[in-house]
């Protein structure tokens, strides 16, 4: 009973040794893409601005109906929700910042050396190496970017995950083993992790409800929740906003009681 | 059969992993240490100089003549020397860069968060708080600095590495059988690669007898050994610097031809 993620650089193998762990251990497998389908059905938003929103740093200009922000609020809620059920396996980018901190979440890195990159790459895409060389740098940059704007951490550091296997010298298949055998040492659920992971679910759920609400003009807020308990802090643009956010999260069904420390930005 | 190279951080517990390792596959543990001290036995230097050349960028002032680099020489020769009788397990810098190109070598690199390596030194120094931080970012960027110079690569990217665990969240136990798996599948000694590290240790050997003959103003040689087949290359200050070099190398026990390939710097 175990969450795992895997973050991949392009065309390192993630996906391969997402499949081996899910046969092995019997978890359900979660793509990147799967999520964002389910966030854009239960949000009603489109994929492609799903897309846009976790590849690209926000512009000036947004386009769209809501922020950046907004659609990765909706992300991250999918997510919570994809692994309450727990025994998930999932792969593509970003998951693992969001579960940091969970117990029986484990955070894998898969890496490649460049030039194994290149070789995948142009096997798939059949483009020139020069261009292939182009690409994965672009993509690299781009993410690296994201998750830097996103999360203010360089997602190049190893120290944010508990594996980084380089799968150009640690076949699938052993690599596979070694996790699942990590997995059943040492981070199976306990209540308490799973308590957490609720409060998760229940708190991302708020938060991209006051995201994708059109009548508040949000920011930064932030909301926790501890069993039932809602902590909403951070900064909103009027006193109404607040009220706002306020009456939102009331009407929310499991909600006990608000905390609310919101701070009005003038 | 294999060796095991655990480059570990500023306190983050790769000592204790070696150890777990050392037990578990009944290898022989060699840490940066011991390793400075044959290679001062077996070369005449100072631990002292050996330390300062591991730790510092050369400067422009260089005692006795001999450059940091030279030292290295050594320390390569050491290392090789000390892993060729195979189950080895090293913990300490630059393992990986001593043994490059070796197929039975598993390069484990292991990881903690700032704040666990802060408690951990605070613990072990009784330093203050701040006082420690100071000194851990001391330590790593004067490593940063030494790698980069010396191999010319980013010590911190994890394409170094086989394989990169975060001791925070694994635990030992767990993460000492995962590597002693991955070793025992992956990493076992053939013939061929055992090859490599016979050559690897004939060659730096010449590599530390040239560097330490004080009537050879080297610095830039390359020395490469197949089965007895030594290939010189790089540059020297003389034509008579190159008869020095060739000259010792004639008479090392075991060369059986010499390719020579020196350029002269004028």
């Known amino acids: 009973m175990a969450i795992i993620t895997i973050s991949r650089g392009t065309y390192s193998g993630a996906r391969a040794l997402a499949e081996c762990l899910g046969q092995k251990l019997g978890y359900r497998i979660l793509s990147r893409e799967e999520l964002v389908q389910a966030t854009a059905k239960r949000f009603d938003a489109s994929e492609e601005e799903l ?19 907004d659609y990765i609020h909706c992300v991250r809620a999918e997510m919570a929700r994809a692994v309450q059920g727990d025994n998930v396996v999932y792969h593509g980018q970003a998951g693992y910042r969001l579960l940091r901190g969970l117990a029986h979440h484990l955070c ?23 261009r292939t060389i182009e690409y994965i740098k672009e993509l690299d940059e781009t993410r690296d970017k994201w998750v830097q704007w ?32 990590a997995v059943e040492r040492d981070f199976q659920a306990t209540p308490e992790s799973q308590r957490k992971v609720d409060d998760l679910v229940f708190a991302t759920g708020i938060r991209a ?26 900064t909103v643009r009027s006193l109404d906003d607040a009220d706002r956010v306020r009456t939102l999260v009331k009407g929310m069904p499991g909600v006990k009681r608000i905390e609310s420390k919101m701070a009005v930005r003038w | 059969m294999a060796i095991i190279t655990i480059s570990r951080g500023t306190f983050s517990g790769g000592r204790d992993l070696a150890q777990c390792l050392g037990e578990k596959l009944g290898y022989r543990l060699l840490s940066r240490e011991e390793l400075l001290q044959a290679a001062g036995e077996r070369f005449g230097a ?46 300490g810098q630059a393992g990986y860069l001593l043994l490059r190109g070796v197929g039975h070598h598993l390069r484990v690199k292991v990881v903690a968060d700032m704040e666990y390596r802060i408690k951990a030194a605070v613990e072990r120094t009784n330093l203050t708080r701040d006082r420690t931080i100071e000194y851990i970012k001391e330590l790593d960027e004067a490593r940063d600095k030494w790698v980069e110079h010396v191999y010319g690569v980013d010590r911190n990217d994890p394409t170094c590495y086989d394989l990169v665990i975060n001791l925070e969240q694994i635990s030992l136990p767990t993460a000492c059988a995962a590597v002693a798996e991955v070793v025992q599948r992956d990493f076992q000694t053939t013939p061929e690669s055992q090859r490599v590290v016979d050559d690897l240790a004939f060659a730096s050997a010449i590599r530390a007898k040239i560097a330490i003959d004080r009537s050879i103003a080297d610095e830039v040689l390359e020395i490469e050994a197949e089965d007895g087949v030594v290939t010189i290359t790089g540059t020297v200050r003389s034509l008579n610097d190159a008869d020095r070099v060739r000259a010792l190398v004639n008479t090392m026990p075991g060369v059986r031809r010499i390719e020579s390939r020196m350029g002269t710097r004028w």
């Open chain 1, 51 to 69: 897309e846009l929103a976790l590849t690209h740093k926000p512009g000036f200009l947004e386009r769209y109906r809501f922020s950046r922000l």
């Open chain 1, 108 to 130: 894998l890195n898969v890496i490649a050396d460049m030039e194994y990159r290149i070789k995948a790459t142009m096997e798939r895409t059949h483009l020139a190496r020069e």
């Open chain 1, 150 to 181: 996103v999360y203010g951490v360089d997602r190049n550091d190893p120290a944010f995950y508990d594996f980084v296997i380089n799968l150009e010298h640690i076949p699938l298949e052993t690599a596979c083993n070694m996790i699942a055998q």
């Open chain 1, 209 to 234: 409800q006051i995201a994708i609400d059109r009548t508040i003009v949000d920011d930064v807020v932030e909301v926790k929740a501890d069993d039932g308990v809602i902590t909403l802090a951070g």
């Open chain 2, 46 to 91: 100072s631990e002292g100089e050996l330390e300062s050349a591991l730790t510092h960028r050369p400067g422009f002032l260089e005692r006795h003549g001999f450059t940091r680099v030279h030292y290295i020489h050594c320390v390569q020769a050491e290392m090789a020397r000390a892993v060729q009788g195979d189950d080895v397990v090293y913990h």
